[in-house]
């Protein structure tokens, strides 16, 4: 006859239990050693904190015998447009990215290789744009950044790609109607109004008549997680913030800090220069929002 053994059914139980309940302990103890380091480790150390984790990834990836995937920039340029050198994070996001715009064209009724001529604008080392290198022959892929060293790296390894450096504010050396798809993946997310006044101007001059751009911004979600309740209060009055935060403060130029929006401003807005014809929450890697823009002929 079968019978339970109460007491082997106790000690999993007991040690799942501790299991969780150690790990709740470590999350508490690790908020709390960074809330009593954060007013005596000086702001100074923070940039060294970085670099030292970048250069750690450096390190193991050199001492790694693996092959080297192919369009895979060093974990400085990765760190440089994502804030993490981390390899794995890198690609799964870039190709979260590509399904994402994929999912985003439905409402145009358009897969992402009816497009003949898309760009990446602000591609940095193209993240996003190695997941389209199995394009049909006759689809054209461009990407455009302001940073010269990314750029370059994209020029010296992805050759499906034709790179080149844009100013900071229009105009480009791209002719009018040039693009059917253009894409802006956490480009907005760093420009001030003005900036991005200028840009959707620029954008509907290089967009063909209706040509499709996806922009991505740092919609409601990304506000409630990431400002503090005044400055969200702020938002919720005037649609758009910009703000410079203490950590890309550290590296980036003045313009180019941290921006959000919502989605009425955008609606509100946007629609002077594009039809706004979606706006999709989490739209990308579940964390920004995606802004569908057609250019009315
Ligand atoms: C957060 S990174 C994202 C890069 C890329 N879109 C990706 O998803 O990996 C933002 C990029 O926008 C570029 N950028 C900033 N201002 C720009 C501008 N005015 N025109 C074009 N690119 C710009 C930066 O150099 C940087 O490579």
Redesign the pocket.
Same mark, same amino acid.
């Given at each position: 006859m079968f019978e339970i053994d109460y007491c082997i059914i106790f000690t999993i139980y007991y040690k799942y239990a501790l299991a969780y309940f150690s790990l709740a302990l470590a999350l508490i103890l690790m908020k709390f050693i960074r809330k009593l380091l954060r007013p005596i480790v000086p702001k100074a150390f923070v940039p060294h904190a970085f670099r030292g984790w970048v250069w750690g990834v450096t390190f193991c990836e050199s001492l790694s015998l693996c092959r080297r995937e192919p369009f895979l920039p060093l974990p400085r340029l990765r760190f440089k447009?994502?804030g993490n050198p981390q390899k794995r994070q890198y690609l799964a996001v870039g190709q979260q990215?590509k399904d994402d715009l994929q999912t985003a064209l439905k409402p145009t009724g358009k897969r992402l290789y009816d497009f003949k001529n898309i760009l990446?604008?602000?591609?940095?080392c193209g993240? &996003?744009l190695i997941w389209l290198r199995n394009k049909p022959d006759d689809c054209r892929l461009f990407g455009?950044? &302001?940073?010269g060293e990314?750029i370059d790296w994209c020029q010296k390894h992805l050759d499906f790609v034709e790179c080149r450096v844009?100013p900071?504010l229009p105009p480009t050396d791209y002719p009018d109607d040039k693009f059917d798809l253009i894409f802006l993946?956490?480009?907005f997310t760093?420009?001030d109004e003005e *900036?991005q006044r200028q840009?959707l101007a620029e954008l509907n001059r290089i967009a063909q008549p209706s040509g499709i751009v996806l922009i991505s911004v740092h919609g409601p979600t990304v506000a409630r997680q990431k400002l503090p309740p005044d400055l969200q209060r702020t938002l919720a009055e005037r649609g758009a913030l910009f703000y410079a935060d203490s950590f890309w403060k550290l590296y980036f130029s003045e313009y *180019?800090q941290t921006s959000f929006h919502t989605p009425e401003y955008i609606k509100n807005t946007w629609s002077q220069y594009f039809d706004v014809i979606d706006y999709v929450e989490q739209g990308i890697n579940n964390w920004h929002d995606l802004v569908v823009l057609k250019k009315v002929c």
């Open positions: 447009v994502s990215i990446d604008f602000g591609c940095g993240r &996003t455009s950044d &302001t940073d990314l844009n900071p993946i956490s480009v760093h420009l *900036y840009w *180019y």
